[in-house]
């Protein structure tokens, strides 16, 4: 009888899932470095047309965390499309250290690859080392590869992991030609509208202007006053400040480079977004087709000015009305509610270090010297076993350990206690220990999700909060941790399919795949162990 009761319950659900319209084209969004905050802090400046327009007639997801460390570009955009974790997919940071090859690898990173457009030095990549399949691998599969995959962005990772090991083509940017490109592992030569976009100049355009507030600066009263010492800024200009003469600031930034690090990176990409559909045609038929684009350029504007600074204000206003902008032509192009949108970040980041401080919060900086002295003090007992070091973690050499008769658990603990005489430091675990137990205290295991025993190094470092280590300068600001300034991203859903909504209960970036494959009714990614469906969207 209770089998019953269930199943005469689960109906209507499953009744409603089989009716959920299939979009024509979904379109996968991934603001880097986009903090969940954002949507409320500038919420008053933003127009009707973009997030707004995106919460209000969508599903928003208000509690969605990243569930693994560390918080970093690569594995984000691979945990959103794999529906796991680094635990699993293999990307365990942008680069790390490989003790196969003996050398650092980059995460998007083939040497016999080679570049199709651009410059050759931008052009050794491909999705080789994500190690199993996405979203967008699924879709393919499940319509027999009658579905077109495309994936842009600035960033060469931002493109590459979330299009997959099939896609029709994966585009970034080059920053030495000012091009789009991409390399031989997806085809041989550029589409014909890609060279067409590309003849165009667009980056000529955006990178000859000036770069001023949206609106008047006196508005800007959710950020620090713009001239102030947290912020790095420009080279060729002495001050942080508006307004940035682009076209003058070429010369010392890069012809091609200084974009990136403006609002205007995101509209040339959106831009590029628009001629993907058209020169693929995209959202054509009643088949699916997907097109991924990450926006890179809030990052580095994040990196360079900090997360309260009025340049990242007003990078987002100028986003929220690109963006209406891009919902408007979607509109257009493939149809009121026969396109789905989903909207998230690769990660968050961390206020500036020093602001914390000044304003008598926790936090501090990493003294990269000091750090030195410890393990040179622990080497000279020990003797010269660290490798190498990436993204917190400790590769040690364990030739060199076992061929000196030791055991390779006592070196790890040795380090591992070492390092917590670093103040920053708030924990330390051994490989070993992250191989044998299996942690439920929420940090412990995010920790253990970042960690692959094939990949990852002896002894993994956990921070305090508000820290940051002195190699990225005393300016600006980073991410990588697992707190909920890196953690907390926004999600939002809109479109064909979505019905109006939100949750507070709390959702993870691995849920996304999962739950694209059952508003889509394809195959779930192969390896989505981590992640569900959000049930609240079928409800």
Not at 169 to 188: C, I, K, L, Q
Not at 211 to 231: F, H, Q, R, V
């Amino acid at each position: 009888m209770r089998k019953l009761i269930l199943i005469l319950f689960l109906l209507p659900s499953l009744s409603t899932i089989g009716q959920i319209k299939k979009p024509k084209l979904v379109v996968g969004i991934v603001v880097d470095q986009m903090r969940h905050e954002y949507l409320q802090r500038f919420e008053s400046k933003y127009g009707n047309d973009g997030f707004k327009r995106m919460i209000r007639d969508g599903f928003e997801a208000r509690n969605n965390h990243y569930n693994y460390i560390p918080t970093y570009t690569a594995p984000g955009h691979a945990s959103i499309y794999t529906g796991t974790t680094p635990r699993y997919h293999g990307i365990i940071g942008n680069d790390w250290y490989s003790r196969v090859l003996g050398r650092s690898v980059y995460c998007v990173g083939d040497t016999s690859a080679s570049s199709v457009g651009g410059s050759a030095l931008s052009g050794k990549i491909s999705p080789k080392n994500l190690i199993v399949n996405t979203i967008t691998d699924e879709l393919k599969l499940t319509t027999n590869f009658r579905s077109k995959v495309v994936g842009v962005s600035i960033k060469d990772r931002g493109a590459v992991l979330p299009a997959g090991h099939t896609p029709d083509g994966a585009y970034w940017y080059d920053s030495r030609t000012g091009e789009f490109m991409t390399s031989d592992f997806y085809m041989d030569v550029l589409p014909q509208w890609l060279v067409n976009f590309n003849q165009k100049k667009l980056v000529d355009k955006y990178s000859n202007q000036t770069w001023n507030t949206l609106l008047p600066i006196a508005e800007y009263t959710e950020s620090t006053p713009d001239d102030n010492s947290y912020e790095n800024g420009f080279k060729g200009k002495e001050t942080p400040t508006f307004p940035y003469d682009l076209k003058v600031l070429r010369e010392s930034n890069g012809p091609y480079g200084l974009i990136r690090s403006t609002p205007f990176g995101n509209s040339l990409v959106l831009d590029l977004a628009k001629a993907s559909i058209e020169g693929e045609n995209l959202g054509a038929d009643q088949i699916t087709d997907f097109l991924s684009v990450s926006l890179s350029s809030t990052d580095y504007v994040g990196h360079n000015f900090g997360p309260n600074s009025v340049e990242v204000e007003d990078t987002y206003l100028r986003l929220d009305k690109d963006l209406g902008d891009f919902l408007t032509y979607l509109d257009k192009k493939i149809g009121v509610g026969e396109y789905m949108v989903f909207l998230t970040a690769d990660h968050g980041v961390v206020a500036n270090p020093q602001f914390l401080l000044d304003n008598g919060l926790p936090g501090g900086y990493i003294d990269t010297d000091e750090v030195k002295e410890i393990f040179a003090d622990e080497a000279q007992s020990l003797g010269d076993y660290i490798l190498s070091t990436s993204n917190d973690q400790i590769f040690l050499n364990r030739d060199l350990i076992d061929s000196s008769g030791l055991e390779l658990e006592a070196i790890q603990k040795a380090f591992a206690e070492a390092a917590m005489k670093i103040p920053a430091v708030a924990e330390t675990f051994t490989a070993t220990s992250m191989d044998t137990f299996d942690y439920t205290d929420p940090m412990r295991s995010n920790l253990q999700n970042g960690y692959n025993r094939k990949l990852s190094g002896d002894v993994l470092l956990f921070m305090k909060p508000g820290y940051l280590t002195n190699t990225y300068g005393l300016k600006g600001s980073s991410h990588g941790t697992g707190y909920s300034y890196d953690t907390h991203v926004p999600l939002l859903f809109f479109g064909a399919g979505i019905k109006k909504g939100a949750t507070v209960e709390k959702t993870y970036i691995t849920d996304i795949a999962p739950t694209l494959a059952m508003l889509l009714n394809i195959s779930i990614p192969n390896a989505a162990v981590t992640g569900a469906p959000i049930e609240e969207i079928f409800e």
